[in-house]
Protein backbone atom coordinates (compact mmCIF):
# COMPACT_ATOMS: atom_id res chain seq x y z
CA UNK A 1 0.00 0.00 0.00
CA UNK A 2 2.76 2.58 0.98
CA UNK A 3 4.12 1.75 -2.27
CA UNK A 4 1.42 2.52 -4.34
CA UNK A 5 0.85 5.61 -2.61
CA UNK A 6 4.60 6.97 -3.04
CA UNK A 7 4.01 5.64 -6.88
CA UNK A 8 0.79 7.77 -7.19
CA UNK A 9 2.78 10.83 -5.31
CA UNK A 10 5.24 10.55 -7.49
CA UNK A 11 3.17 10.42 -11.10
CA UNK A 12 1.37 13.07 -9.63
CA UNK A 13 4.67 15.23 -9.43
CA UNK A 14 5.98 14.67 -12.72
CA UNK A 15 2.70 15.56 -14.36
CA UNK A 16 1.86 18.67 -12.59
CA UNK A 17 2.94 21.90 -14.37
CA UNK A 18 4.17 24.70 -12.57
CA UNK A 19 2.71 27.59 -14.79
CA UNK A 20 0.33 27.88 -17.20
CA UNK A 21 -0.30 30.39 -20.14
CA UNK A 22 -3.61 32.45 -20.01
CA UNK A 23 -4.15 35.26 -22.61
CA UNK A 24 -5.07 38.36 -22.85
CA UNK A 25 -5.62 41.59 -25.03
CA UNK A 26 -2.80 44.33 -25.05
CA UNK A 27 -2.90 47.67 -26.25
CA UNK A 28 0.38 48.33 -27.64
CA UNK A 29 1.59 52.06 -26.79
CA UNK A 30 2.92 54.84 -30.02
CA UNK A 31 0.93 52.88 -33.21
CA UNK A 32 -2.15 54.39 -33.25
CA UNK A 33 -3.41 58.06 -32.90
CA UNK A 34 -5.91 60.88 -31.67
CA UNK A 35 -8.07 63.14 -33.59
CA UNK A 36 -8.45 66.46 -31.43
CA UNK A 37 -11.22 68.86 -32.13
CA UNK A 38 -8.84 70.88 -34.33
CA UNK A 39 -8.23 68.12 -36.46
CA UNK A 40 -4.47 67.75 -34.98
CA UNK A 41 -3.30 64.60 -34.69
CA UNK A 42 -1.51 63.28 -31.60
CA UNK A 43 -0.44 60.09 -29.97
CA UNK A 44 -3.41 58.02 -28.43
CA UNK A 45 -1.26 57.94 -25.46
CA UNK A 46 -2.15 61.85 -25.05
CA UNK A 47 -5.91 61.06 -25.55
CA UNK A 48 -5.99 58.50 -22.93
CA UNK A 49 -5.22 61.45 -20.06
CA UNK A 50 -8.79 62.61 -20.85
CA UNK A 51 -10.99 59.22 -20.60
CA UNK A 52 -13.24 59.46 -18.14
CA UNK A 53 -14.40 55.38 -18.16
CA UNK A 54 -12.17 53.20 -20.29
CA UNK A 55 -12.10 49.60 -19.13
CA UNK A 56 -9.53 47.09 -21.22
CA UNK A 57 -11.11 44.83 -23.93
CA UNK A 58 -11.36 41.04 -21.92
CA UNK A 59 -10.00 37.85 -23.82
CA UNK A 60 -12.98 36.00 -24.04
CA UNK A 61 -13.27 32.65 -22.76
CA UNK A 62 -16.33 30.13 -23.24
CA UNK A 63 -17.87 28.73 -25.85
CA UNK A 64 -16.22 29.03 -29.61
CA UNK A 65 -18.76 30.66 -32.37
CA UNK A 66 -19.96 28.43 -35.14
CA UNK A 67 -18.25 31.24 -37.71
CA UNK A 68 -15.08 31.56 -35.60
CA UNK A 69 -12.29 28.22 -37.10
CA UNK A 70 -10.18 28.13 -34.06
CA UNK A 71 -11.69 25.29 -31.22
CA UNK A 72 -9.89 26.11 -27.99
CA UNK A 73 -10.57 29.75 -26.72
CA UNK A 74 -6.98 30.33 -25.48
CA UNK A 75 -5.37 29.53 -29.23
CA UNK A 76 -7.08 32.57 -30.33
CA UNK A 77 -4.63 35.31 -31.59
CA UNK A 78 -4.04 38.04 -33.08
CA UNK A 79 -3.10 41.99 -33.80
CA UNK A 80 -6.10 44.18 -35.06
CA UNK A 81 -6.56 48.07 -34.98
CA UNK A 82 -9.94 49.77 -34.48
CA UNK A 83 -11.03 53.46 -35.35
CA UNK A 84 -13.30 54.92 -32.47
CA UNK A 85 -15.83 57.97 -33.89
CA UNK A 86 -15.78 60.10 -30.64
CA UNK A 87 -18.79 62.64 -30.34
CA UNK A 88 -17.68 65.97 -29.15
CA UNK A 89 -20.65 67.12 -27.16
CA UNK A 90 -21.21 63.71 -25.27
CA UNK A 91 -17.66 62.42 -24.89
CA UNK A 92 -19.19 58.98 -25.63
CA UNK A 93 -18.22 56.80 -28.64
CA UNK A 94 -20.56 57.08 -31.72
CA UNK A 95 -18.89 53.74 -33.21
CA UNK A 96 -16.54 51.43 -33.64
CA UNK A 97 -14.69 51.00 -37.68
CA UNK A 98 -12.57 47.75 -37.44
CA UNK A 99 -9.41 49.02 -39.53
CA UNK A 100 -7.75 45.47 -39.47
CA UNK A 101 -9.11 42.16 -37.76
CA UNK A 102 -7.56 39.98 -35.84
CA UNK A 103 -8.59 37.16 -38.01
CA UNK A 104 -11.15 36.01 -34.94
CA UNK A 105 -14.66 36.92 -34.67
CA UNK A 106 -14.37 36.80 -31.06
CA UNK A 107 -11.61 38.84 -30.32
CA UNK A 108 -12.95 41.51 -32.77
CA UNK A 109 -16.31 41.38 -30.70
CA UNK A 110 -14.51 41.50 -27.42
CA UNK A 111 -12.47 44.78 -28.20
CA UNK A 112 -15.39 46.50 -29.78
CA UNK A 113 -17.79 45.94 -27.34
CA UNK A 114 -15.55 47.23 -24.76
CA UNK A 115 -14.63 50.57 -26.86
CA UNK A 116 -18.37 50.97 -27.47
CA UNK A 117 -18.21 51.74 -23.55
CA UNK A 118 -15.57 54.00 -23.50
CA UNK A 119 -15.98 57.60 -22.18
CA UNK A 120 -14.13 60.30 -22.45
CA UNK A 121 -13.81 64.29 -21.79
CA UNK A 122 -16.13 66.14 -24.32
CA UNK A 123 -15.47 68.88 -26.29
CA UNK A 124 -11.85 67.41 -26.66
CA UNK A 125 -11.26 64.53 -29.22
CA UNK A 126 -13.25 63.12 -32.58
CA UNK A 127 -11.08 60.34 -33.70
CA UNK A 128 -8.75 57.84 -31.59
CA UNK A 129 -7.19 54.76 -33.50
CA UNK A 130 -6.19 52.20 -31.22
CA UNK A 131 -4.34 48.76 -31.62
CA UNK A 132 -4.72 45.54 -30.07
CA UNK A 133 -2.92 42.64 -29.45
CA UNK A 134 -3.16 39.17 -28.01
CA UNK A 135 -0.47 38.03 -25.87
CA UNK A 136 0.17 35.34 -22.89
CA UNK A 137 1.72 35.51 -19.60
CA UNK A 138 2.85 32.38 -17.54
CA UNK A 139 0.91 32.21 -14.25
CA UNK A 140 2.31 30.21 -11.23
CA UNK A 141 0.08 27.08 -10.31
CA UNK A 142 -0.60 25.35 -7.11
CA UNK A 143 1.15 21.68 -7.40
CA UNK A 144 0.73 21.04 -3.58
CA UNK A 145 -2.78 20.44 -2.17
CA UNK A 146 -3.98 23.13 0.58
Given at each position: MKALITLMMTLIAFTARGSEPVPYIAMP???GYAIDAKGIRHPNTVCMGDAV???HPQYP???PL???P???TRDLKGDGLYRLDVDLNTGRISQV???KSTGSAKLDSASTDAF???IFKPGRWKEIVMPITVRTKWVGMRTSPR
Open positions: VGIFAPYGAARDVVGTIIKRW
